[in-house]
């Protein structure tokens, strides 16, 4: 890995950060619960955000209190998600110009996901917004999800940067502490309509930002 203090690397999540997702897995998550006769809120859709689906699946069969077979439940999950996103999904607002500009400072672009690496394929493409990185790594690549630092590990290895030099941009408690556990000390917390702007900052993040604003950020620091 390379040392001298200027940023070369930017790494983004993607649900919630590049995408509007959050509300897209609510709407399915919603539906999925309410099938089963359960509620679904805000306050337990923040217990599984940022967890790798082989994880936070059961997980949330456990808080929705379902009596069914994993196997079922993700099946019903897949297919109403399936659903949702190929209806609703969209870029969040100004990330195409932070992507753009980011490349323009010749700096690395990096993806680390917890999402599928077919899922988070697919969306991309939809969008446009795969050919902008030059490397990707997807939950299904590593073999313990955020907040362990896994997925960064793996990332900063691909990039062949110093984690001081790296900059990254995460909306949720886990993929903050999963980057700082693998030495990224500028963490920015993404801040939307479902997550918990207090649990950004008390899990390390060194400032809030919209989507919006990720441009501005990025100009200030690179």
Excluded: C, W
């Excluded at 077979?69 to 870029?91: G, T």
């Excluded at 969040?92 to 996901?113: I, W």
């Amino acid at each position: 890995m390379k040392g001298g203090g200027r940023m070369e690397a930017v790494i983004f999540d993607m649900d919630g950060v590049l995408m509007d997702t959050e509300p897209l897995y609510f709407e399915a998550y919603r539906r999925v619960a309410e099938s089963y006769g359960k509620p679904y809120t805000e306050e337990i859709h923040r217990k599984i955000m940022g967890v790798p689906e082989r994880e936070g699946l059961p997980i949330l069969m456990e808080l929705l209190d379902i009596d069914d077979s994993l196997e079922n439940f993700r099946k019903k999950v897949h297919e109403e998600k399936r659903r949702v996103f190929s209806e609703l999904l969209k870029e969040n607002p100004g990330v195409r110009k932070a992507l753009e500009f980011v490349k323009k400072k010749g700096l690395k672009l990096a993806l680390a996901t917890s999402t599928p690496q077919k899922e988070a394929i697919e969306r991309l493409e939809k969008l446009k917004l795969k050919d902008f990185f030059d490397v990707m790594v997807f939950g299904d690549q590593v073999k313990r999800g955020k907040p362990d630092p896994e997925i960064y590990l793996v990332t900063l290895e691909k990039l062949n940067v110093d984690p001081k030099e790296v900059i990254v941009f995460e909306d949720s408690k886990s993929g903050v502490e999963a980057a700082l556990g693998a030495g990224i000390e500028k963490v920015y917390g993404v801040v939307h309509s479902l997550n918990d702007a207090q649990a950004l900052l008390e899990a390390g993040a060194i400032q809030l930002v919209k989507p919006e604003d990720i441009l501005r950020v990025l100009r200030e620091v690179l």
